[in-house]
Protein backbone atom coordinates (compact mmCIF):
# COMPACT_ATOMS: atom_id res chain seq x y z
CA UNK A 1 0.00 0.00 0.00
CA UNK A 2 0.86 3.64 -0.79
CA UNK A 3 1.70 5.97 1.87
CA UNK A 4 0.17 8.92 0.21
CA UNK A 5 -2.07 9.11 -2.52
CA UNK A 6 -0.19 10.12 -6.03
CA UNK A 7 -2.05 12.90 -7.47
CA UNK A 8 -2.59 12.10 -11.07
CA UNK A 9 -5.31 11.95 -12.96
CA UNK A 10 -5.16 8.24 -13.31
CA UNK A 11 -5.92 7.70 -9.52
CA UNK A 12 -8.93 10.10 -9.45
CA UNK A 13 -10.39 8.49 -12.17
CA UNK A 14 -10.50 4.86 -10.38
CA UNK A 15 -11.75 5.82 -7.21
CA UNK A 16 -14.58 7.93 -9.26
CA UNK A 17 -15.29 4.48 -10.64
CA UNK A 18 -14.92 2.52 -7.82
CA UNK A 19 -17.54 5.08 -6.06
CA UNK A 20 -20.20 4.93 -8.57
CA UNK A 21 -19.93 1.70 -8.80
CA UNK A 22 -20.79 1.80 -5.00
CA UNK A 23 -24.14 3.99 -4.68
CA UNK A 24 -24.17 2.81 -1.06
CA UNK A 25 -21.32 5.47 -0.42
CA UNK A 26 -23.19 8.49 -1.98
CA UNK A 27 -26.97 7.82 -2.48
CA UNK A 28 -29.28 8.84 0.63
CA UNK A 29 -32.29 6.53 -0.75
CA UNK A 30 -29.38 2.96 -1.45
CA UNK A 31 -31.13 0.72 1.08
CA UNK A 32 -27.75 -0.12 2.72
CA UNK A 33 -26.80 3.81 2.88
CA UNK A 34 -27.63 3.90 6.87
CA UNK A 35 -25.46 0.90 7.78
CA UNK A 36 -22.31 2.29 8.94
CA UNK A 37 -20.86 -1.26 8.77
CA UNK A 38 -21.31 -2.03 5.01
CA UNK A 39 -20.71 1.34 4.12
CA UNK A 40 -16.89 0.90 6.09
CA UNK A 41 -17.01 -2.72 4.11
CA UNK A 42 -17.49 -1.14 0.86
CA UNK A 43 -14.70 1.75 1.53
CA UNK A 44 -12.21 -1.29 2.46
CA UNK A 45 -12.81 -2.79 -0.89
CA UNK A 46 -12.91 0.40 -2.72
CA UNK A 47 -9.28 0.98 -0.68
CA UNK A 48 -7.65 -2.36 -1.55
CA UNK A 49 -8.52 -2.17 -5.58
CA UNK A 50 -7.00 1.36 -5.46
CA UNK A 51 -3.88 -0.10 -3.58
CA UNK A 52 -4.18 3.09 -1.02
CA UNK A 53 -5.62 3.60 2.84
CA UNK A 54 -9.08 3.66 3.33
CA UNK A 55 -8.72 7.39 5.41
CA UNK A 56 -6.64 8.82 2.00
CA UNK A 57 -9.37 7.31 -0.17
CA UNK A 58 -11.84 8.74 1.69
CA UNK A 59 -10.31 11.96 1.89
CA UNK A 60 -9.92 12.06 -1.83
CA UNK A 61 -13.25 11.28 -2.03
CA UNK A 62 -14.67 14.02 -0.12
CA UNK A 63 -12.72 16.67 -1.62
CA UNK A 64 -13.48 15.69 -5.24
CA UNK A 65 -17.24 15.46 -4.17
CA UNK A 66 -17.15 18.88 -2.55
CA UNK A 67 -15.03 20.58 -5.41
CA UNK A 68 -17.93 19.09 -7.95
CA UNK A 69 -20.85 20.28 -5.78
CA UNK A 70 -19.03 23.88 -5.44
CA UNK A 71 -18.63 23.93 -9.66
CA UNK A 72 -21.97 22.78 -10.42
CA UNK A 73 -23.60 25.41 -8.00
CA UNK A 74 -21.36 27.67 -9.80
CA UNK A 75 -22.28 26.50 -13.41
CA UNK A 76 -26.10 26.25 -12.78
CA UNK A 77 -25.92 30.01 -11.23
CA UNK A 78 -23.37 31.57 -13.83
CA UNK A 79 -24.82 29.53 -16.87
CA UNK A 80 -21.24 29.26 -18.00
CA UNK A 81 -19.29 25.74 -18.48
CA UNK A 82 -17.00 24.13 -15.79
CA UNK A 83 -13.03 23.78 -15.83
CA UNK A 84 -13.49 21.37 -13.15
CA UNK A 85 -11.77 18.32 -15.26
CA UNK A 86 -13.61 15.57 -13.35
CA UNK A 87 -17.03 17.83 -13.68
CA UNK A 88 -18.29 15.51 -16.43
CA UNK A 89 -17.51 12.03 -14.45
CA UNK A 90 -19.47 13.22 -11.14
CA UNK A 91 -22.04 14.09 -13.14
CA UNK A 92 -23.58 10.87 -11.49
CA UNK A 93 -23.86 12.33 -8.44
CA UNK A 94 -26.72 14.57 -9.14
CA UNK A 95 -29.85 12.16 -8.96
CA UNK A 96 -28.51 11.61 -5.58
CA UNK A 97 -28.10 15.67 -4.86
CA UNK A 98 -31.41 16.54 -6.32
CA UNK A 99 -33.42 13.61 -4.28
CA UNK A 100 -31.53 14.59 -1.12
CA UNK A 101 -32.86 18.24 -1.69
CA UNK A 102 -36.34 17.17 -2.57
CA UNK A 103 -36.47 15.22 1.26
CA UNK A 104 -35.61 18.55 2.79
Not at 32 to 58: D, Y
Request: aromatic share 10%; hydrophobic share 35%.
Amino acid sequence: MTTSISRDGTFNNNLIREVRRNPIIYDSHHPLHGNAAKKHQTWLEIAANLNEKVGAVKTRWRTLRDRYTKERRRVLMCGVGSSFSYYADLCFLDNAFMNNRLER
